[in-house]
């Protein structure tokens, strides 16, 4: 008997109740590296003294290790089961935090940055995997929605216990504290995982009902990877919103400073309320492959909008073109990650399902590493042509995508079929 067989032999808790602890862990997951995100710049340049190219350097090559680990680590969820390999990444962040305050120099922290960094990007497929394992295959987006809702709330909070933090005790050891509060999230999260029982794959019967996957191998399915660059490329709102609109709005228009503040507010209230609302018919592949349609338009139109601003506008008129601009794209990011848990878990195998994700996310996880440093270059200055050319990208993305997955759903009916010929024959 296999490890995952024998761990999945104890009786699992029911779908609501996994729901609801699977919403837990991604609250306690999401409040912790909250607490870090809202203080790592402070920590890397005022606690260890490295400059923004250092910084740089450091977690462009983490974001590397990540994309080289995340497809192998996907394959041994599947192999012992999501959720103690889920506990065994938090360990090991845990423990990458936790030697984070004794880094005093660049290697150090360049070696502690990649640590993490191997493990880091898994984590989100892995999670997605836990949902399909632990709740009804109808209510997985649904689900996926309810984690993200949870997680886009820790993060605002942990943004606000940051800013009261730093604001009363603005001095290195309050920072190290949160890196510790940070790890501490890591262990409890892990912790849960271990205790709650959560099922380890699919049931039985979804199994054995789920058609045959597009390809014995994601990373040999041309098709699947197009999709998954094509969610990559629609993936980039996040970027463009706490990237490449900043610097935008600073250096190119006359808008006041303190915008940057309430886009992102907007943003994350909106992502909050209207989250559920986008994700209605997401697990039915064709619904969710328009959804990325409707972001792909949505996105270019925003960036269109961001073109319109120049220097030489007033301050209130280029203020309410960008906030309105970040609206739009703010649509476009909630139909991009309703479509892509659509698109992906159609797709994914139940036996296979986080190699599948993981696989899948490779497409958002490259676009991370290499465009914060290629939007300020290719599209701020390069003026409105830039942003113009961003949006085409985004519609060509949003375009393809339909296609691309109309063809996938041709080629798992036509391998489901095949397997139910082999099966009738055998019999």
């Not at 984690?147 to 604001?167: D, E, T």
């Amino acid at each position: 008997m296999s490890v995952r067989s024998r761990f999945s032999n104890k009786a699992p808790v029911s779908h609501e109740r996994a729901s609801l602890l699977l919403l837990l862990i991604a609250f306690v997951d999401a409040s912790g590296r909250g607490l870090f995100l809202a203080g790592a710049t402070f920590f890397y340049t005022q606690v260890v003294g490295l400059s923004s190219v250092q910084v740089g350097i450091g977690l462009a090559l983490a974001g590397l290790c990540g994309l080289v680990c995340t497809v192998p680590i996907g394959r041994i969820a599947d192999r012992l089961g999501a959720a103690r390999v889920l506990a065994v990444l938090q360990v090991w962040r845990m423990l990458g935090f936790l030697i984070y305050p004794f880094v005093n120099d660049f290697y150090a922290f360049l070696l502690i940055a990649c640590f993490i960094g191997c493990v880091e990007q898994a984590v989100w497929p892995i999670i997605q995997t836990l949902v399909g394992a632990a709740v009804k295959s109808d209510a997985y987006v649904k689900t996926m929605s309810k984690v993200a809702i949870v997680r886009n709330v820790a993060y605002m909070l942990a943004a606000g216990v940051f800013a009261i933090v730093v604001g009363v005790a603005s001095s290195p050891n309050a920072v190290i504290g949160l890196l510790i509060a940070n790890a501490l999230a890591f262990l409890i999260s892990a912790v849960l995982l271990v205790v709650a029982k959560l099922p380890q794959a699919a049931a039985r019967e979804q199994v054995e009902s789920a058609p045959a996957a597009v390809a014995a191998h994601p990373l040999k399915n041309l098709n699947f990877l197009s999709l998954s660059l094509c969610n990559g490329i629609l993936s980039l709102h996040q970027a463009v919103m706490t990237i490449a609109v900043p610097l935008w709005l600073l250096t190119k228009t006359q808008a006041p400073k303190a915008l940057i503040g309430l886009i992102l507010v907007v943003n994350g209230i909106m992502a909050i309320t209207l989250q559920l609302a986008f994700s209605k018919r997401g697990n039915e592949v064709v619904h969710a492959a328009r959804k990325h349609l409707y972001a792909g338009i949505t996105l270019a139109l925003s960036c269109a909008m961001v073109a319109m601003t120049t220097a030489d506008q007033s301050p209130y008129l280029a203020a309410g073109i960008l906030l309105l601009g970040c609206v739009v794209m703010t649509f476009g990011e909630l139909w991009q990650c309703a479509g892509a848990w659509g698109i992906s878990y159609y797709l994914a195998p139940a036996e296979n399902r986080a190699y599948y994700l993981s696989v899948y996310a490779l497409g958002a996880n490259l676009m991370t590493v290499v465009f914060p440093a290629i939007l300020p270059i290719a599209v701020v200055e390069r003026g409105a042509a830039g942003w113009i050319g961003l949006g085409l990208v985004f519609a060509l993305a949003g375009i393809a995508t339909p296609l691309l997955a109309r063809a996938a759903s041709r080629q798992r009916a036509g391998s489901r079929g095949d397997d139910l010929q082999t099966q009738g024959a055998e019999a």
